[in-house]
């Protein structure tokens, strides 16, 4: 009996792969004139993600992507790296216009903005800052008796 609940469970998870695959051709297939960048710049890690204007991923990256190791993930320079190679391949899309929607405090914000305005590749429609900030936070704790 255990044998047969096996190879049903490793059916569906082939025919998830088979639709996984054809979503993600049929999306690479399409050509976009704008799309969304949206950079998370984390004090030890930078993540670049383009999206369509939908909000469906088309590519992304981070400066663990781009090679970097350790202390050296959150230098400025790592931040560059992987928007670069993040937008060489947002160019197969076909994607002119980017909006720009940056969240965090890292190294990574000020070095992504310095490289979207040297290359003039892409034209930036928009820059926007979404990181959460907190309305008053949470509750303190309660005085210390002593």
Same mark, same amino acid.
């Given at each position: 009996m255990p044998k047969t609940n096996s190879v049903k469970q490793k059916s569906t998870t %082939?025919?998830?792969? #088979?639709s996984a695959s054809k979503n993600k051709a049929s999306i690479q297939n399409k050509n976009f004139a704008a799309g969304r960048l949206y950079v998370k710049a984390t004090f030890n890690n930078t993540i670049i993600t383009v999206t369509d204007p939908k909000g469906n991923v088309l590519c992304w990256s981070s400066a663990g992507n781009a090679g970097f190791k350790g202390s050296r993930k959150s230098t400025? @320079? /790592? /931040?560059?790296? /992987? %928007?670069? #190679?993040?937008?060489?391949? /947002? #160019?197969? @899309?076909?994607i002119r216009k980017l909006s720009v929607y940056i969240q965090g405090p890292g190294l990574g914000r000020d070095a992504t903005l310095r490289y979207l305005r040297a290359k003039r590749d892409f034209e930036v429609e928009q820059i926007a800052d979404i990181t959460p900030i907190p309305h008053n936070g949470p509750r303190p704790p309660k005085q210390r008796k002593v």
């Open positions: %082939i025919k998830n792969k #088979k400025p @320079y /790592a /931040a560059t790296t /992987a %928007i670069e #190679k993040v937008l060489n391949s /947002a #160019k197969n @899309y076909g």
